[in-house]
């Protein structure tokens, strides 16, 4: 098993920045590729972005690309996203989610572990 928690959400206003943090705890945290997803009332939840074991490959939605920056310190069991130029179709609660595949999926159901998510809300 393997315990996923969430933090750094909270309310900006478009054009600002927050850094979200997952911890993880429970396995060998360099054995899973880690990823972000969000989820925005009324829809389904999306990828946002994923990074490799070791931390060289990375892969972003469109949507967040060249804003969104993931990114992990194996030390720490600690993988961060960093948001900037946020935008009010932003606001949703994130999640963390880990795998042990070796590639970077997209998709919900190939992940195996997720956190309780952090709100974003971001103000127009």
């Known amino acids: 098993q393997v315990q996923l928690a969430e933090s750094g959400g909270g309310l900006v206003q478009a054009g600002g920045s927050l850094r979200l943090s997952c911890a993880a705890s429970g396995r060998t945290f360099t054995n899973y590729v880690m990823a972000w997803f969000r989820q925005a009332p009324g829809n389904e939840r999306e990828f946002v972005a994923a990074i490799s074991r070791g931390g060289s490959n990375t892969r972003y939605a469109d949507s967040v690309k060249g804003r969104f920056t993931i990114s992990r310190d194996n030390a720490k069991n600690t993988v961060y996203l960093e948001m900037n130029s946020l935008k009010p179709e932003d606001t949703a609660d994130y999640y963390c989610?880990?795998?042990?595949?070796?590639?970077?999926?997209?998709?919900?159901?190939?992940?195996?572990?997720w956190g309780q998510g952090t709100q974003v809300t971001v103000s127009s």
């Open positions: 989610a880990a795998t042990n595949r070796i590639v970077l999926p997209t998709t919900t159901q190939q992940y195996d572990y």
